[in-house]
Structures are given as C-alpha cells and as structure tokens.
C-alpha cells in the first residue's frame, strides 16, 4: 500500500456558491495531505458523493438547497448515525449561537464550526480538517464569543459556582482543547489540569455520565450561559 495514499485525507465539498466551492478547492489543493474528491451544491448531491465516495472529512455550508434552512447540518446529524467516523467541518457566514449548539448538541467529537470569513485563511481550515478526521474538534474564536455573549435571563447560574482558573479551563475544553494541550497553554502540570477538570465537573453535576459526555455537556454549559467574570 502506498504510505501516502493512506495518509491523504479524502475531503467532498458542499456549497451552493460555485465561487466559494472554487475557492475552497483552490485552498484545499495546495495543502498537503488532503484530496478533494467531489464538490457538490446542494444536500442531495452532497449525500449522493458521500455515498460514492465515502470521504474522511466533509466540509459544508449549513444552508444549501433544497430547501436554504440548515441542511449541512442535518447531514452532519445523519453522519453521526450512519457513518460515525466521518469528520464535518460545517462553514458558515452565520454565528448564531444556536447553530453551534446544535451541531454540538450530541457531541463535539469529528465536529468543527468554522465561519466562512476566516476560510481565506488556510492554516484553520486545514487543521480543522485534520483535527476532525482525527475525531478530535474546533470551534471558531468569533462563534465561542458569540456564545459566550448569549447571555442567560436568569442572574445565577450552573457556572457561578466556578473560580476564575475553572471558568478558564472551561473554555478551552469548550474549544475542544484537550488535558495536556490546555497544561501547555496554561504552563499547567496535566495533572493539575485533570484536577480543575474533575471540581468543574462535580461542582456542574456531571458526575455520573462517560467521559468524553461529561466533557461535551460542559463545554455546552460553557458555551450556553453567561459567567460574571
């Protein structure tokens, strides 16, 4: 078997803007490591080439015909069943917060959310595509913001309970960092990061559920309520 074959990441595009499937090929050529093998306008051909092709990665927009509402992410929802292994890195011109919630909503795990604004960028868009083939995640800086800026009615709530230190891991585990990338960020010992992870998780009542779920309905908490740091 050729090693670098093995190694590509097979990536199918979905937009309904030729210019911006054009312009995410064109990015997307020129890195290393990934090969786009279908580009698609809408959500039937996107489910047509995911069929044929049966990519590494998908990279969509969240709105395409036929019906213009929020198809990328119903495909994404549907890959999460089917074909769990396939990563979605979702584009959008949109930082609503519900839209990140929502393809969050039954984990983060081979999930991104990029805004289309920093695609131009091509180092996020690639890392977000390994990131996701990976299994692991990323959330874009502006889309975390705007989350974090939906604030709640309620005064209180579950993250007033936390320090400073714990609201602050929180938010990288919110941007899908893990244990021993958050210790280099911090100049933590990982251990000391398991530690603040494991009070965020009892002080939220997280206590009962896997892991990984423990850490997905954080980060929603997280990314769902306001904090009065």
């Known amino acids: 078997m050729d090693t670098a ?7 199918v595009l979905a937009d309904d803007s030729y210019l911006v499937r054009e312009a995410l090929v064109h990015v997307l050529e ?3 490591g990934i090969e786009v093998v279908a580009s698609c306008r809408d959500r039937d051909t996107l489910l047509a080439a995911i069929e044929a092709e049966h990519p590494d990665v998908v990279v ?4 395409m015909p036929p019906a213009e509402a929020d198809e990328g992410l119903q495909v994404a929802d549907m890959l999460r069943r089917t074909q769990p292994g396939t990563g979605v890195v979702v ?21 991104a959310y990029l805004l289309k604004e ?9 890392s977000a595509i390994e990131s996701v083939a990976r299994g692991g995640s990323m959330i874009d800086a502006k889309v975390v913001e705007g989350l974090i ?3 709640s009615q309620a005064q209180s709530g ?3 309970e936390l320090t400073p230190r714990e609201l602050e891991i929180l938010s990288f585990v919110a941007r899908g ?16 990061v398991e530690k603040h992870i494991n009070a965020i998780f009892l002080k939220l009542d997280l206590t009962e559920a896997a892991d990984v779920s423990r850490r997905v309905k954080a980060a929603l908490i997280y990314l769902a309520e306001s904090h009065t740091g």
Not at 60 to 63: E, M
Not at 119 to 124: L, T
Not at 177 to 189: G, K, P, R
Request: charged share 20%; net charge neutral; hydrophobic share 40%.
């Open 5 to 11: 074959a093995a190694s590509t990441i097979r990536v």
């Open 30 to 32: 020129a890195a290393d």
């Open 60 to 63: 969509t927009d969240i709105r």
């Open 91 to 111: 584009l959008s011109q949109f930082s609503e917060p519900q839209y990140g919630l929502a393809l969050l909503d039954q984990g983060s795990d081979g999930r």
């Open 118 to 126: 920093h695609v131009q960028f091509r180092g996020q868009l690639v």
């Open 149 to 151: 800026n939906a604030r």
């Open 158 to 160: 579950p993250l007033a």
């Open 177 to 192: 960092h893990s244990n021993q990338a958050i210790a280099d960020e911090l100049f933590l010992t990982k251990r000391a």
